[in-house]
């Protein structure tokens, strides 16, 4: 069989699989062998991409085929992205590729609008920014067979829009992102000024979320929009004017006074700010801090006879909150269930997730990251959050947890003897199968290496990637200290705290045995496959997660 055939055949076969499930109207299983495919052929991204635009034409979107399709591609383009944002060039140019391809496609005229839309909504979903190459084929297409402008009738345009989103102006904001996320902004800006402009109630809502929009001309011209007449404030309702208020901070410190100018304008109207939604947190629960940073949480709070289940992730700022409706005990024990078996939970306390949460709002608002609107839905869900962007100075907490330790834990020969064993207790759990390095730099140093196995390639990573990073490390380790606090009668954070400690001193790394198996992990991972490691998985409706790739553990020799 050909490579090109070999290809196909297996991008056929997954996608065959995943049909099965989906043409009985449940989300596919993960198993052990698509995880494999999709880690170790990110490139069948394009043979996914021709087989959906071939069974499209034959059988029609909606065909569990072309589904299955559409489904690998977005597990695809996830591992890309995560590979790309870890630095990897090659990953960038395959993003590149993709989006030029369909992009071509739209030109070309071999894909219809229905499929241009699916497939550039699962570019969305999988957290790739549409470059400019999409945008121009987009806009190429439109003018050729659709409308570009607004239509006269905007409001009863997007009427079933409205109505399949039950009015929820978040659901409403994630469907019009996600439909317009090839979409230049001229065109965006259009349509969200007709949105504010619109007399349906829940269209203006949903306006006012973009003002957290990734895209600064659009939150610019929203802002604008919403001063230019006092017509504009009177539209607005109170719980639209609490959202500007809880979103105020979220913001860029430039955009702030727009923000406040709004606020201001809806209360001269005589507008009262609405009360905060009676919701609670009745059970958090977080995963640990993987090797890439990140950090899940999913929210329980009770909805009457049912709960309400949220979801956040934090990885350098807020990457995704939402909350689903309200469900059965029965089915959020589900889901938290299969949470489990993807990554581990611990129980945490509402004042430690809001402390996590509002350093990762403020490194976001320093990289230019602005918090998802659905982080806003999850302040609604679980009762008011005055969640004010607040960095965590690793280096302040990790002082106040040394005068928390025992004097014994503290002396020199208690110091060593924990370091000495820390490979030992610090393995405590799977997450720490995901403390390694992945970038381009660690990729040519293991390539340079020969992938060998050893004490010499154990010892080059510690110098050469370890060692300058000690201090991302020891900021891991202390918010695993933190993270573990949350068990009272858990001890093992003590062990953190002062691994924390020996890496901020300068303190040898051969001396911290858990350095060395990292080093080893490392080597191990890299020289095997790529690692296309993905984020925490926040199981739940809206988006479906993946378990972490695991390593297996390699000891120093």
């Known amino acids: 069989m050909s490579g090109a055939s070999a290809h196909k055949s297996r991008t056929q076969q997954q996608a065959r699989r995943l049909a099965a499930d989906l043409a009985k109207g449940r989300m596919p299983a993960s198993t052990v062998d698509l995880e494999d495919y999709l880690d170790r052929f990110p490139d069948d991204v394009f043979v996914a991409l021709d087989g959906f635009v071939e069974q499209v034409a034959s059988s029609g979107a909606d ?65 790739i920014k549409a470059s400019a190459e999409l945008h121009a084929g987009v806009t190429q297409f439109a003018e050729n067979v659709l409308p570009l402008a607004v239509p006269p009738d905007f409001t009863d345009a997007m009427a079933d829009m409205v109505a399949e989103c039950e009015g929820d102006p978040f659901q409403l904001a994630a469907a019009l992102a996600e439909a317009g996320h090839a979409i230049p902004a001229e065109p965006r800006i259009l349509m969200a000024i007709e949105q504010i402009r619109s007399t349906n109630a829940a269209l203006r809502e949903a306006a006012i979320l973009y003002l957290l929009d990734g895209e600064p001309t659009l939150r610019r011209a929203v802002a604008s929009e919403l001063q230019a007449s006092q017509a ?7 719980e639209s004017l609490r959202r500007l208020i809880g979103m105020r901070n979220w913001c860029p410190e430039k955009e702030r006074p727009a923000v406040d100018a709004i606020i201001r304008a809806v209360r001269a109207k005589g507008i009262d700010c609405a009360a905060w939604p009676q919701g609670g947190a009745g059970m958090i629960h977080a995963s640990g801090i993987d090797g890439s940073g990140a950090q899940g949480f999913l929210i329980v709070s009770p909805v009457g006879q049912k709960v ?10 807020v990457r995704d909150a939402w909350s689903a409706p309200p469900a059965s005990k029965r089915e959020v024990q589900s889901t938290l269930a299969l949470a489990a078996t993807e990554t581990s939970m611990r129980p945490v306390s509402r004042k430690y997730f809001d402390r996590i949460l509002r350093h990762h709002l403020q490194v976001g608002l320093s990289a230019g990251t602005l ?5 806003l839905q999850v302040a609604e869900t679980i009762g008011h959050a005055d969640w004010q962007p607040e960095l965590l100075d690793w280096r302040c907490a990790l002082a106040a947890m040394l005068a928390e330790l025992p004097v014994a834990m503290l002396t020199p020969q208690a110091v060593s003897a924990l370091l000495h064993t820390s490979a030992d207790w610090a393995d405590f759990d799977e997450i720490a199968q995901s403390w390694f390095e992945d970038d381009e730099h660690v990729a040519r140093v293991v390539a340079d290496i020969g992938g060998r196995q050893g004490a010499q390639s154990v010892d080059r990573v ?7 990073r000690r201090e991302k490390w020891a900021a891991y380790f202390l918010g695993t200290a933190l993270w573990l606090r949350e068990a009272p009668e858990d001890s093992l954070w003590r062990g953190f705290v002062i691994l ?15 350095m060395p198996v990292i080093a080893a992990r490392t080597v191990a991972v890299l020289s095997n496959a790529p690692a296309l490691r993905t984020e925490p998985a926040t199981a739940g409706k809206r988006r479906r997660n993946r378990p972490t790739r695991r390593a297996d553990r390699r000891q120093p020799q």
């Open 500 to 514: 924390a400690q020996a890496l901020a001193s300068g303190r040898d790394l051969a001396d911290i045995s858990v």
């Open 462 to 468: 510690l110098e050469e990637i370890l060692a300058p």
């Open 232 to 238: 504009r404030a009177a539209s607005l309702s109170p």
């Open 63 to 127: 065909d569990a085929i072309a589904l299955g399709y559409l489904y690998l591609i977005q597990g695809q383009l996830e591992r890309v992205r995560f590979r790309s944002e870890r630095g990897y060039e090659d990953a960038t140019r395959l993003t590149e590729e993709f989006q030029r391809a369909v992009a071509d496609l739209a030109v070309t005229g071999r894909i219809d609008a229905q499929a241009l839309s699916m497939v550039t909504s699962v570019l969305h979903m999988a957290g």
């Open 308 to 317: 309400q289940i949220s979801s956040v992730l934090l990885k350098s700022g």
């Open 371 to 375: 918090p998802p609107a659905g982080l």
